[in-house]
């Protein structure tokens, strides 16, 4: 049911968004891409820490056409499942938006209002 573990010591994959920004419009397309070992196989997706689908390439698309906000992760063929990121859509006509990617603390946080 939930997403399960890797061995110790394997790398975590990279989730990276395109465009990395959070909230996005409604029927956006956003990119995800997975990036991992050179190992071949599939790559595995998972949403709200529950399996979703596997595909043959690194990336996959996902626009939405209703406000939602979940959390989506990938595992590579040959690393470890990726840390999540929170992915938003937004109705609203105006939206502030902020990096999909983790930040530590004493990082920059860029915004950016996107009309």
Do not use: M
Request: glycine share 6%; with cysteine.
């Amino acid at each position: 049911a939930g997403v399960p573990c890797h061995p110790a010591g394997t790398q975590p994959s990279q989730l990276t968004l395109d465009p990395p920004w959070t909230p996005v419009f409604l029927s956006q397309k956003v990119t995800l891409t997975c990036w991992g070992s050179s190992v071949p196989g599939p790559t595995t997706w998972y949403i709200n820490g529950r399996f979703q689908w596997q595909t043959e390439s690194n990336h996959t698309h996902v626009s939405k056409n209703h406000a939602v906000s979940s959390s989506y992760q990938c595992r590579s063929p040959g690393a470890g499942l990726s840390a999540p990121i929170t992915l938003s859509f937004s109705n609203d006509w105006l939206v502030l938006q902020v990096p999909a990617r983790v930040l530590l603390e004493g990082d920059a946080l860029p915004l950016r209002c996107q009309p």
